[in-house]
């Protein structure tokens, strides 16, 4: 049977939880039920209600077609659900809750689901994690998979394993003819994919599932490899048919890694999906004829958001449109890379026969022509077209970047505005376009002079208002400052640790002028600023071996005040600043600013921030600061050392600071290994003055600056006085590191593994 026969089987139990919230008219209410009862009146269905899973186990025993089995409402901890039933086209096996989404799976808790013709909806797991690798997977166990199969309005929200490194599924699509939809998926913080479809034998392949109107939304930077919000298949398979739709889904901050979809199959489609500011494209990773058609990749301006990227055989993107993306290199808003002659199955396969038409483009900064090309993929696109597009943008005049032969790509009616420069002449017109919104909301670039160019999108755009549950609150994901009631304190013995320890999400502590010491560490639990009321009045002093500990959820904002290492022990490692010891899945911020920190002297090895293997940062700013004696290091980001990819943070800022008598690093920032997958490290390093620093004998790395794989770095209008070298170890995946009007006193040498940074303006006058 084919997966639309098997859809219109299921037309009575196609109408959504909306009924209840007033979208359909009444005569529609009124034609369902009769339909409902008439289809009921023909069947011997049962329904059954169970409050536990020995119940829910006996009556999946016992289950004919047609009968729906009734989860209770309520907390199903620890519970581990298993589905073998076999129902028919027209009368299924139907497991649900008794009232969706008040049924909860906590705990260590799973769902299997396999037979024929089983559909569930209304779950919701939460609070919890899976004591398996899979959440919720359409098999039993190997060989024994569901088909036709449905999953329907369910939720998975923030259901992840408390160590971030180990690998597990949200969802696991085996079998064939399975569909998936008008699910909730949000907060997937652990390594692994989100949403995959797995083509582990035959029984898996030609699988023809439908993937559609689900909302996939907050997925943070995972800081490695594994972040992928979907795959469809894995590159051991990946010139065999998946066959897979994936249609109408909505995409919110999908920002795993810089694949949201890895396409590793053949013959999927990707149709009339919206992409809203996700970092990273839809990429066809592996895997020939595939089709990307009539889908939005909306940007807004976030950093690393980028459309589709394509490598392999006969695939297509078609019809889309590209809003204002900002990604570069492999997240543009179109890449066609290059790909090695003979590939293994697991790298990249040359681009031949692509098609890439009918596409526009509105302020996105970068398509990629041959991206990747190096000493081993040589082998440029062929075969290939691209036409019929438009491209404009209002502030930017090149934003092509070609980085090899483009001979095998032909170009013709594509369009340009004025204003940006073709990329041949041949197969680009440049005219005058003006932006117009359409009904929608969107905004497009129109000429009269363009013909039979651009996207022309006629479906509904998949928003999160007809995506997912209509039930379930959408979360709020974001580590949010100051947006929660102010607490103002007098100095005292630990008077800042109680406010802590009574303070919520977004609170302000203010300190007045005075001494804060404290005898216990401040745990800091959630979005924290602690802010002096007038600046650099009010002092914080420890005695304990670690002042701040930011733990799992946590986020710390120091504003204006002064911090002093002289009450604590006389112990060698301390430390101001750190994350938790253990795995935080819930990645951390700290932004220090206007604060004046001196005198972390008391025993060797007393870092500012000191933080742990498995724990990441979206930001860590310092702006505006003076650090004055410190025994150790100010940030040594360089836990992850597997080298592996895997690095401690995403975004670092050290701007407008003075650094004096460091025995230690001013920052380590590491990342290792040559996994292309990731978005940073990312370091702005500008207008900073060191003096003295680097040179302790503990300084195992020798520096006072040490970058190691990092992807962006921009140092700029900087000092580096009496002090240890630089030292760079720069990565082969194109990093670009700029410095500029650097003063080195007395003349040492920035020291590298390779020349393939920007040097200007260096200087060596002693200040």
């Known amino acids: ?191 692994g994919v989100t949403f995959a479809i797995r083509m582990v034998d035959e029984a898996c392949r030609n699988n023809n599932h439908q993937i559609d109107h689900n909302y996939f939304g907050y997925r943070q930077n995972l800081g490695s ?10 590159s051991h398979y990946s010139l065999s048919t998946c066959g897979a739709n994936v249609e109408a889904n909505y995409f919110e901050y999908c920002d795993g890694e810089h694949e949201i979809i890895s396409n590793k199959s053949c013959g999927n489609t990707f149709k009339n999906n919206t992409f809203f500011k996700c970092r990273g494209t839809l990429t066809f990773r592996h895997g020939h004829d595939n089709t990307a058609e009539g889908n939005f990749f909306i940007g807004n301006g976030k950093d690393h958001t980028g459309g589709i990227r394509i490598i392999n055989e006969r695939n297509k993107a078609i019809n889309n449109y590209f809003y204002n993306l900002k990604g570069y290199r492999f997240r543009g808003a179109l890449v066609i890379m290059n790909g090695i002659y003979n590939s293994p199955i697991n790298r990249y396969n040359q681009v031949i026969g692509g098609v890439f038409s009918n596409n526009t483009f509105v302020n996105c900064d970068h398509v990629q022509l041959c991206a990747g090309s190096d000493s081993e993929r040589t082998a440029p696109p062929i075969d290939s077209k691209i036409e019929n597009n438009v491209f404009y943008h209002d502030s930017k005049d090149n934003i092509f970047t070609v980085y090899d032969d483009i001979s095998g790509i032909s170009f013709s009616n594509n369009y340009i505005n004025t204003g940006v420069k073709p990329l041949l002449k041949d197969g680009f017109t440049v005219v005058d376009m003006k932006l117009v919104e359409n009904e929608s909301g969107f905004l497009f670039p129109v000429s009269d002079q363009i013909k039979n160019a651009g996207c022309s999108l006629s479906s509904p755009v998949a928003t999160k208002e007809n995506t997912g549950v209509t039930w379930y609150p959408i979360v709020n994901e974001e580590l949010t400052f100051d947006n929660g009631k102010v607490i103002k304190i007098e100095p005292g013995l630990n008077s800042l640790f109680d406010a802590v320890e009574s303070s919520e999400p977004g609170d302000i502590i ?27 009045e009010a002092s914080i002093l420890s005695e304990k071996n670690n002042m701040f500990q930011i733990e799992n959820g946590g986020a710390l904002k120091l504003i204006g005040v002064k911090i002093s290492g002289s009450e604590s022990p006389d112990m060698a490692g301390n430390s101001i600043i750190s994350t938790s010891k253990y795995s935080m899945n819930r990645n951390y911020k700290l932004i220090v600013e206007n604060c004046d920190i001196e005198d972390l002297t008391v025993n060797h090895s007393f870092d500012f921030l000191r933080i742990y293997k498995s724990t990441f940062a979206d930001s860590i700013v310092f702006r505006n600061c003076n650090f004055l004696n410190v025994s150790g290091n100010i940030a040594s980001l360089d836990k992850e050392t597997d080298d592996l990819g895997i690095y401690n943070a995403e975004y670092v800022v050290y701007e407008n600071c003075t650094f004096k008598n460091i025995g230690g690093v001013i920052l380590n920032l590491y990342r290792g290994g040559t996994d292309e997958s990731t978005f940073g490290p990312i370091l702005k390093f500008v207008n900073n003055k060191v003096f003295n620093s680097g040179k302790n004998k503990r300084n195992k790395i020798g520096c006072s600056l040490y970058l190691h794989g990092v992807q962006w770095a921009k140092i700029d209008s900087c000092n580096f006085i009496d002090s240890a070298p630089i030292k760079l170890n720069l990565s082969k995946d194109e990093p670009i590191i700029k410095f500029s009007n650097i003063n080195i006193y007395p003349k040492v040498s920035i020291i590298s593994n390779s020349n393939e940074f920007s040097l200007i303006n260096l200087t060596h006058k002693k200040q």
């Open 225 to 234: 490899n594994g972040g992928e919000t979907m795959r469809l298949g894995t």
């Open 510 to 536: 203010i300190l007045a002028k005075g001494e804060y010491v404290n005898s216990k560490v401040l745990s800091i639990k959630h979005p924290l600023t602690i802010k002096s009321e007038k600046e650099k």
């Open 1 to 191: 049977m084919s997966t639309s026969k098997y859809f219109e089987n299921m037309k009575f139990r196609n109408v959504r939880s909306s009924i209840l919230n007033g979208r359909m008219n009444f005569i529609s209410m009124i034609l369902f039920a009769t339909l409902l009862t008439l289809n009921s009146g023909c069947s011997n269905s049962n329904q059954i209600l169970v409050s536990d899973v020995n119940e829910l186990n006996q009556a999946i025993k016992d289950a004919k077609p047609g009968d729906k089995i009734v989860l209770k409402n309520g907390n199903w901890k620890d519970a581990e659900l298993l589905i073998n039933a076999k129902g028919t086209p027209e009368d299924p096996i139907i497991i649900t809750a008794q009232e969706k989404g008040k049924v909860f799976l906590t705990g260590l808790s799973n769902l299997r689901i396999s037979g024929e013709y089983v559909e569930v909806s209304g779950l919701v797991f939460k609070d919890g994690y899976t004591p398996t690798s899979e959440v919720i997977s359409f098999r039993e166990k190997k060989g024994v998979y569901a088909n036709h199969c449905r999953l329907t309005e369910c939720v998975i929200d923030n259901f992840n394993n408390p160590e971030r490194e180990n690998t597990e599924l949200w969802v696991a699509l085996y079998g064939k003819n399975n569909r998936v939809d008008h699910c909730y998926f949000t907060g997937k913080r652990s390594n």
